[in-house]
């Protein structure tokens, strides 16, 4: 499983109704996914991928989709 898989299937099993369909170009604002849920991906993200990413990277574009998100993620495991 990729890291977009990974967390399309986090946030559909921990962060919203089970019918809800969650997709990886969902928008994370149709998913009604609030600050603390975002903390809660990104909990997730240093746990299962050992990556902090920093604040810079925490903006609207990176934060807009599973996709973006995992991209960012992916950025960050290069380094």
Do not use: W, Y
């Not at 890291?3 to 969902?26: G, N, P, R, Y």
């Not at 849920?37 to 902090?52: A, C, D, P, Q």
């Not at 934060?63 to 960050?76: D, G, I, K, Y």
Request: with cysteine.
């Amino acid at each position: 499983m990729n890291i977009t898989q990974e967390l399309v299937a986090f946030i559909k099993s921990e962060l919203v109704d089970e019918h809800v369909t969650v997709t990886v170009d969902t928008p994370f604002e149709s998913l009604g996914l609030d600050s603390f849920s975002i903390i809660e991906i990104i909990l997730f993200i240093e746990r299962k991928f050992g990556v902090t990413l920093p604040d810079k990277e925490l903006n609207k574009s990176n934060l807009f989709s599973a996709s973006t998100l995992a991209e960012c993620v992916q950025n960050h495991l290069k380094v």
